[in-house]
């Protein structure tokens, strides 16, 4: 009874909040493009593969420092709101040369208040904390839009390029705070920042941890199968767009066609037990197909707030090697 009605619930607040969504992503600004432009640059990007697709600069802006920062991104795009990478550092005990945790927040993120108070919890058992505004939130949106409302808005390059744009971004932040002294560097992400994680792990090494929060694990089933996915599955079959041809890249941009450069006892995946977006079912199939990483689940759906407080939980749980013993 008690799950009927969480499964209810949770169902009630996934498709409320993506109706609302839905009607942001109707004003398609975001732009367009022909089937032909993404067959093109699709093309070109699996010809010229993953690793060069996610490359990171060779040259970094820089050692982190203390506050906030402000970069430029790597890769550049239209807007110019969004090539500036937004970072504030919390630092550790140590200052810089504390270990560092990168904080990469869920899609359509409005208020960094959560992970302040999470900053917060990290600085207390010894840990710097840094909080990254990913492409087209908070300080990089664009002038006249919502806050990630440009990531999916029916623009499959955009997409595309957002997350190309996202994880050569955390890779280079991760290299920033090994520069600055940080012995070691985890990341800790949530939806959108779950799946930018799943994909830095796969291309960065050295990072100390990984929790993965609802991350995406398959691009089309967020598409084509989820209530999160309706306006966008509307503009594409109205542009000519297939499943099939929207589902060229899913190589490039599916963490499960991926490997992490870390072991799997430092990884941990949560997934939501009724949730239709980050489906717990594909969860677990990527937990086992990345070495038996560890494995939970929370009562919610997609949009919830029990995924980061019992992240912080299991992940002290069963990688209690990574933070000081408090007396």
């Known amino acids: ?6 499964r209810w619930q949770s169902e009630l607040v996934d498709t409320t909040a993506f109706a609302g969504i839905g009607f942001w992503q109707l004003l398609g600004r975001a732009g367009r493009h022909s089937p032909a432009d993404w067959d093109h640059y699709a093309e070109s990007w699996m010809k010229n593969g993953v690793e060069e697709f996610y490359r990171a600069p060779e040259k970094i802006s820089g050692p982190l420092v203390p506050g906030k920062q402000q970069i430029p991104s790597p890769i ?3 807007r110019h709101e969004n090539n500036s990478v937004h970072l504030r550092v ?3 005990k140590q200052g810089m040369k504390s270990p560092a945790m990168i904080l990469l927040h869920s899609l359509f993120s409005a208020s960094d208040v959560g992970y302040v108070h999470w900053a917060s919890v990290l600085n207390r058992l010894g840990w710097t904390a840094i909080f990254y505004d990913l492409p087209y939130h908070y300080r990089r949106r664009p002038k006249g839009t919502w806050s990630g409302e440009l990531v999916f808005g029916g623009n499959l390059i955009r997409s595309a390029e957002t997350i190309r744009q996202a994880v050569a971004e955390t890779r280079m932040i991760a290299r920033m705070a090994r520069a600055a002294g940080a012995p070691k560097v985890g990341l800790w992400g949530m939806s959108l920042g779950g799946w930018v994680a799943s994909l830095a792990l796969c291309h960065e090494p050295d990072f ?7 991350p995406i694990p398959d691009v089309a089933t967020a598409i084509w199968d989820s209530p999160g996915g309706w306006v966008i599955r509307r503009q594409m079959e109205a542009r000519g767009l297939s499943r099939e041809q929207a589902s060229k890249m899913l190589p490039m941009v599916c963490p499960s066609f991926g490997k992490p450069k870390i072991p799997p006892e430092k990884i941990l995946l949560v997934g939501g037990r009724h949730d239709r977006i980050a489906r717990p079912e594909q969860l677990l199939s990527l937990a086992k197909d990345w070495g038996g990483v560890h494995y939970r689940e929370v009562g919610q759906g997609h949009i919830g707030y029990q995924a980061m407080p019992m992240a912080w939980r299991w992940g002290t749980g069963v990688m209690p090697d990574l933070f000081e013993r408090q007396g």
Do not use: E
Request: charged share 10%.
């Open 1 to 6: 009874m008690i799950d009927w009605f969480h």
């Open 76 to 78: 550049p795009c239209d």
């Open 90 to 92: 919390w630092p550790g």
């Open 208 to 214: 100390a941890c990984a929790w993965l929060v609802q």
